[in-house]
């Protein structure tokens, strides 16, 4: 069984995963494009981060990933929109190409230990004592869902999001969509790569392969709090889907912990993951089928009703 502390440890990193998880929200759900760049700008956060922190500059690692998300991002976008490269390629070829970067920047080694270092966290526990992983999450997730929800509806955010809607009306309507896409996954890797840089300050460590398979996670997690938003509300605003990329993100990190608490074992997780979003993306269909075989076990028991 889950103690706890479990939970409260399951939630401090489904904070922190949430902004990978809003990184995917707006690639996938905004702009419609399957960017695979996010297992390699997850990595790039994190490998910038650490070697600041072993610098000595913590906050400043967390501002320069993001900076290298940004660029990570516009690599990708200008494969795809100027190079012509289909969308899921250019994803691949950036995520290959940042393995060797990440190795680069964390100087030619594979794992960057932060234990005795100083990070943002150690700051926090400082400040506020046990609880100080926890309110900077929700500080930083807060800050960050407001800023999103804010921009998406600017000028430049409903493009962003017309262009994921309708490509071909928005170029009819002389608004550069080669841009818009650029500026999106700039965007989205810019938080991907922020949430690397948080787990490698909250782990202390970062590692060469600890971005494999977060294409999958984030997916899951956006998902995961779809679904559960889906039973409660007809409509989905933006807002309504950065609360659900929130919700889910958490969710999933308990789901995970739970798992854990059961025994299975690590080299599992990208089975369960798996297994998730493939329960996830199916609920709809399953949900469906229920409801006509219900229907259809009702209308039989009740011709036979009437026969006898």
């Known amino acids: 069984m889950m103690n706890m502390i479990a939970i409260t440890s399951a939630v401090e990193l489904g904070l922190l995963y949430t902004l990978m998880t809003l990184g995917l929200f707006i690639s996938y759900r905004i ?43 516009m690599v990708t976008a200008t494969l795809q929109t100027k190079l012509k490269v289909q969308p899921i390629l250019a994803g691949i070829l950036t995520m290959t190409g940042l393995y060797s970067i990440n190795i680069m920047v964390m100087k030619e080694k594979s794992n960057v230990p932060l234990l005795g270092s100083d990070t ?49 009306m928005v170029r009819a309507s002389s608004i550069n969509v080669d841009l818009m896409k650029i500026i999106g996954l700039a965007l989205a890797n810019a938080l991907v790569a922020t949430s690397g840089a948080l787990i490698a300050q909250k782990q202390s460590f970062a590692d060469a392969g600890m971005g494999t398979g977060m ?86 028991r009740g011709r036979k009703d009437t026969e006898c």
């Open 31 to 73: 702009l419609d494009i399957p960017d695979l760049t996010v297992d390699g700008s997850f990595t790039l956060g994190a490998a910038v981060s650490a070697i600041c922190v072993v610098a000595g500059h913590p906050v400043l690692g967390i501002l320069l990933a993001m900076g290298a998300g940004v660029l990570a991002g």
């Open 215 to 300: 294409v999958v996670i984030g997916i899951a997690s956006l998902i995961i709090g779809e679904v559960i938003v889906d039973i409660f509300v007809k409509r989905r605003s933006i807002p309504v889907n950065i609360f659900a990329a929130v919700l889910g993100s958490i969710i999933y990190r308990i789901i995970i912990a739970a798992a854990l608490a059961v025994n299975i074992t690590a080299s599992s997780m990208k089975l369960i993951s798996a297994i998730i979003v493939g329960i996830a993306i199916s609920y709809p269909v399953i949900q469906k089928y229920i409801q006509v075989s219900v229907s259809k076990s009702k209308r039989i």
């Open 120 to 168: 943002i966290f150690t700051y926090a526990k400082a400040l506020f004592g046990n609880q100080g992983v926890m309110i900077v999450g929700l500080v930083v997730v807060v800050v960050v869902c407001i800023i999103l929800g804010l921009f998406l509806f600017t000028k430049l955010g409903l493009s962003i999001r017309a262009t994921g809607d309708n490509e071909a």
